[in-house]
């Protein structure tokens, strides 16, 4: 939360000490989710059980859950691409394992496909991601996710 500081925010009162608390318990909120549902495994790499894989079996690399992206592909992923893009290429890499594991980007993890979304709005975030330059994910793998999502 040390990225975000409220400059000048006027004189200490009531009503700034109000606006203050809203505004980063807000911010704190929208860092909760996604979530991130890997581990570090006895070596020290990043690995997690994906529940895109029918067989079940583990992966390296970050995977993420708990997003349905409606609401949040245009307030919190952009929020992240601006304060957090290292966080961000990290999330945007767990769905893209998704989709490398499952076969497609997920429209709410959950974890695991629950295709209950109209739309496909991971697009729009990974391909936000990339506009951006944010670093930290495959982007080759991230053109063949939004070329498959685009042609189904």
């Known amino acids: 939360m040390r990225r975000v500081n409220v400059i ?3 004189d200490v009162s009531e009503r700034s000490s109000r606006h203050l608390t809203i505004f980063y ?16 495994d006895s070596s020290g790499k990043v690995v997690h059980y994906s529940p895109y894989d029918v067989h079940g079996r583990t992966f ?9 992206f409606w609401d949040t592909y245009r307030t919190v992923y ?25 076969g497609w980007l997920p429209s709410w993890a959950s974890p695991g496909y629950r295709n209950c979304m109209v739309g496909t709005f991971a697009d729009v975030v990974i391909a936000d991601a990339i506009v951006k330059d944010v670093p930290g994910f495959d982007l080759r793998l991230a053109i063949d ?3 498959k999502d685009v042609s189904m």
């Open 8 to 10: 000048d925010p006027g």
């Open 25 to 40: 318990t807000g911010l704190y909120r929208a860092l909760t989710f996604p979530r991130r549902i890997d581990e570090v």
């Open 60 to 68: 390296p690399g970050p995977l993420v859950t708990d997003n349905g």
């Open 78 to 102: 952009p929020l992240l691409s601006l304060l957090y893009p290292d966080e961000l290429g990290v999330i945007v890499q767990g769905w893209l394992n998704a989709y490398k594991e499952g």
């Open 145 to 147: 996710a939004l070329t």
